[in-house]
Structure formats: C-alpha cells, structure tokens
C-alpha cells in the first residue's frame, strides 16, 4: 500500500488531500474541504458527512459523494465547462 497526504491548495479548492493504491485500486481522500467562491473569498469547509452515501464494493461499505453534489460544487464555483461535461455524461447525452 502506497500513501501519501498533505494540505493542498489550488486556486479554487484547498484541503487536506491523500492518495492510497490498496490492492490495485486507486483511492483519493480529501478533507476540510474549501471552496473559493466567485468574489475571491473561502468558503467554511464543507461537512461531508451529510453529503455521503455508502455503497458496498466486495463485502466493504464504502462512502462516496454523489456526481450530482459535484455538480453542484462546480456550479457554485462558476466552472461552467466542467458542469456541462458532467450534465452530460450524467443525463446520457455523451454518445456513449
């Protein structure tokens, strides 16, 4: 198992942020979530734990956010591109 975390900061989210490979799969943690808002200013981190669902991935429940709060989040940060992008794989409309 490799690990790794730190505090990161770009210029529109900072937080805690870890990586881990447990047997072959690729794992990202974040934590204290912020998010710059349009006007420049941070946000108060974000509480996760209401956000989460748990899905159960051999005999594991794992927590997970949904794509739909991500949407949101890129929304709330005037990341329009990457909304459409996701609408659109969400809603099917990406040829696939």
Known sequence: MRTFSSRSEAERVRSYFGE????DIYIEIMGDIQKRMNKGEWEAPISL???TIEIMYRGLTVPILPLKNEIASYRKMGRHEQVDQLEKWYLGEDGA
């Open 20 to 23: 881990f490979m447990l047997n």
């Open 49 to 51: 734990s209401e956000r």
